[in-house]
């Protein structure tokens, strides 16, 4: 991706999926297969666990790595931010992900007992690719 498209997503374009469920009566089973499901192939996938009460996580935004953001257990908010609006989005069902394009600043809280956050993303992780200073992510989407 030409690094300057990033300048050009909003937060509209970061929507909500809903996957299939495989409803047995021994379980639930959900897919996401890169580019299938999900628009970009996955290169990497981790997860978040044991957030205490009241901690926050993200806090940045990504210059190129898309993702995929899914509650697999309990429930987080996901705020979304293009630098013009901002809007909060409740992730509480498996079989459910929020995709986040490259240059959009997300601040994941309000984490309920036991959720996990099961992350799908693009590419291999790098520190060069983060935005971690939100003035920072307004000049590079050049609203500064
Ligand atoms: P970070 O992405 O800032 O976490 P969050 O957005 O959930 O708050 O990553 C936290 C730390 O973990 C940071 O020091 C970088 C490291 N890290 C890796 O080494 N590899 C990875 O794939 C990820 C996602 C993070």
């Given at each position: 991706m030409d690094s300057s498209e990033n300048k050009l997503y909003t937060i509209t374009d970061c929507k909500l999926m809903t996957f299939g469920k495989h409803h047995r009566p021994n379980g639930n089973l959900t897919v996401v297969a890169g580019?299938?499901?999900?628009q970009f192939d996955i290169r990497r996938v981790y997860y978040i666990y044991d957030v205490p009460s009241g901690e926050d996580r993200g806090g940045h935004a990504h210059k190129n790595l898309q993702q995929l953001i899914i509650a697999v257990s309990g429930s987080f908010d996901v705020v979304i931010d293009d630098g013009s609006s901002r809007k909060t989005i409740t992730l509480n069902r498996p079989y459910c992900g929020l995709l986040l394009r490259p240059g959009i600043w997300r601040e994941l809280n309000n984490f309920s007992s036991g959720a996990v956050t099961l992350v799908l993303a693009s590419d291999l992780f790098t520190e060069d690719d983060y935005i971690r200073d939100y003035k920072e992510f307004l000049a590079i989407k050049g609203l500064l």
């Open positions: 580019g299938e499901d999900v």
